[in-house]
């Protein structure tokens, strides 16, 4: 992967008011979009393996439903999918930076930049943890 437009994908609705936006990004540089899901257990609590399963599961379900709303945009996009075994914020900035990504797209929780500092929202991390230019798509009101 090299130049590529990440997205991170969870079903929420910023994830899929982003999803046009890195679709746009994708054809405008013509280069495939690749729709991540990071899953990974809290490091103070563990993993069984039993719940990573289900987590990866979960995360492919995501996955599917955000190609096939980017493949509705328009059928032309070039799509990837990653499940990343990480914390969210580590995976999505991990494999953008990685990959060398040309930006990393991901949805806003649409509470704004305090509450999103106080409860430590992922976009708010995520834009303060990579060198990658990141874009937040707020959900619809």
Known sequence: MANEIVLGYDGSDGAKAAVPHGVALAL??????????????????????????????????????????????DAKVKIKTVLVNAMPVEGLVGLAEESKARMLVVGGNGHGTLIGTLLGSIDYKILHQTVVPVLVVQPPD
């Open 28 to 73: 405008a540089f013509d280069v495939p979009l690749v729709l991540a899901f990071a899953h990974g257990a809290n490091p103070v609590g563990g993993v069984a393996g039993d719940l990573s399963r289900a987590a990866a599961e979960v995360g492919r379900t995501f996955l599917d439903e955000g190609a096939a709303l980017a493949r509705d945009v």
